[in-house]
C-alpha cells in the first residue's frame, strides 16, 4: 500500500512538472507596426525580447512579427537613429511602436542596390553573375590579421594561398594569374599593404561584370574600397 502511494505521488508530481515544462516552453506570437513621430514606417528596426537582440527586423512598412516565450516579459525595438523603445508584453498579441523623432530613411529596392566596379556604379540586378561583397567594416573582421586572410575567411568564390588569390569559376578554377586588384577605383600591382582596419568593403567580379577591365579583368577584379575620413 505504502508503494502505491509512493508511486501515486511521483505520477502527481511528474504531471505537474511536465504542464510548468509546456507552459514555460510554449511560444506566443507578436505582431505590430514600428512608426516614426509622422506615421512613416520604420523598416530595418530590430526587434529586441527582455533586452536581448534577436535576428528579427521590420519589413518595408514598418511591420514586424516574431515567436517569443510565454515567459518573457518585455519586447523593444531598436535603430541607430532613435535608439530603443520597450513595451510590457503583459499577454498582448499586438503591440506597436512610435519613435518621437522623424527617422530618416532612403528605402532600396533589391537588386537596386549600387555596386562600385571602379570605372562607375551599376545596380547589382544589372550585373549577370553574383557578386561577393562583404562589409569589412564589421567589428567581426577585425581580429584578421592581414587582406589575405579576410578574404580568404569571408569572400565567397576566391581561393586564397598565402598572398596568392584566384577566383573559382562555375566550373572549375583559372589555371594561371591571378586577378586584377582594383582599390578605390585604382588598378593596383598588391594588396599586401592593405591591413583590415583599414578597409570599407570588397567586391569580386567575373564573367562579364569584369569585362570593363579589358584583358586585365580576364581572370575577374577584386575591388576594395578603403576608410575615408568620414567613415570612420
Known sequence: MKNIIIFCVFLTVSSI???YAQKAGKKTTITGYVRDVAAIPVPDAVIIIDGEKTQKYTDGSGFYKI???S???KIG???TAGGTIQEEIGGRESIDFTFKISIPYNKTVPGDEQVNIGYGSVKKKNLSGPV???DATKSKYSGYNNVYDLIRGEV????VSGSSIMIRSNTSLNSSNEPLFVVDG????TI???HPLTIKSIQVLKGSDASIYGSRGSNGVILINLLKGNDK
Do not use: E, H, M, W
Not at 565567397?156 to 581561393?159: F, I
Not at 585604382?186 to 600591382?189: A, E, G, I, L
Open 17 to 19: 512538472t511536465g504542464l
Open 132 to 134: 561577393g561583397n562583404i
Open 192 to 194: 599586401d599593404n592593405i
Open 77 to 79: 525595438v531598436f535603430i
Open 186 to 189: 585604382v588598378p593596383v600591382s
Open 67 to 69: 515567436k517569443v516565450r
Open 156 to 159: 565567397p568564390g576566391v581561393v
Open 71 to 73: 515567459d518573457a516579459k
